[in-house]
């Protein structure tokens, strides 16, 4: 038996517990992980709460990323005694995830714990950190330098936000942060921000274009605030979409990307490959300062997971939430 949050739903209706649960119950997987530390991402919110149809199996462990060490394995990669991290995959969704203290998982989707790393410092950076990762390096790809101009991060102070200003700042790049929570500022500059924008400028209906501001762009907001980053965007300059806190929609016009030649790079980290994770966390390994974890990150127990979760919703959660599934 081992403890992990369960998500049901059934005539009682959708809910979600702390629950001993038998590993005779766990899914199909070629390794089986003893997990030290998860995390609580806004996806995971929205599959806790159920305000989103994130989950698509039932029962199911919520919870898209661990890290852990592998305590059986059939896969020719892994063997018992292994540090391994996951991130996505699907897992939480329509596989058990990392929410519990064992998983039982396809080796493919898992990559070797950075020897940089404590487990738990894996699991501050997590998704949101890899993701922002995958950020940076589309714009640097695209060819973007500190001395081209400001970068701008928006949802500053959530995971994907903190960990790209932090990235952002020990690479070199003026970043300019946009939030909605102002009494956040010190705390985005002691991350590494230039300057701290009210998030309205962004957030409500504007222009086709605007007046060129940003030589890059991390976006984690979507909406109207994605829109507008775009129209503000210099010529030639590329923005990395990869969130939605905001809203799904793109309420923009072809204008940024046909007469400003700017371009817009969809940012997965779900199913993304990997040599992709492996080129990110490498760069994470190399890149993050690690001091810094521990100023966006908040440590919270199994059992506290299905209260935050609310908050992670409702935007009160500053940077990253660290789980300690064993207590």
Partial sequence: MFKGI?????????????????????????????????????KDGLAITGKSPVVRRF?????????????????????????????GWGVGET?????????????DWLVPLPAAFSARQAMAIGTAGYTAMLCVLALEKHGIKPA???????????????????????????????????????HLKALGASAVIDRNELSQPGKPLGKERWAGVVDAVGSH????????????????????????????????????????YGI????????VRLEAWARLARDLDIGK?????????????????????EGKVRGRVVVDVNR
């Fill in 6 to 42: 369960q998500i049901n739903k059934d005539e009682a209706g959708y809910r979600a517990s702390l629950e001993q649960i038998d590993e005779a119950a766990l899914p199909e997987g070629d390794v089986t992980v003893q997990v030290e530390w998860s995390t609580l991402n806004y």
């Fill in 59 to 87: 029962p199911m462990v919520p919870g898209i990323d661990l890290a852990g060490t592998v305590t059986a394995s059939s896969h020719a990669d892994w063997k018992a005694g292994d540090k391994v991290v996951l991130n």
């Fill in 95 to 107: 596989h058990w995830g990392g929410l519990a203290q064992v998983a039982c998982l396809r080796g």
């Fill in 148 to 186: 081209d101009g400001e970068i701008l991060v928006t949802g500053a102070n959530g995971g994907v936000g903190s960990v790209a200003i932090a990235l952002l700042a020990k690479l070199g790049y003026t970043v300019v942060a946009s939030t909605g929570r102002a009494e956040e500022e010190a």
């Fill in 225 to 264: 605030t994605l829109a507008n980053a775009c129209a503000t965007t210099k010529y030639r300059g590329a923005v990395a979409a990869c969130g939605l806190a905001q809203g799904m929609g793109f309420p923009s016009s072809v204008a940024p990307f046909i007469l400003r030649g700017v371009t817009l």
């Fill in 268 to 275: 997965d980290s779900v199913m993304a490959p990997k040599a």
């Fill in 293 to 313: 974890l521990d100023a966006i990150s908040r440590e919270i127990s199994l059992g506290e997971t299905i209260g935050v979760a609310a908050e992670i919703l």
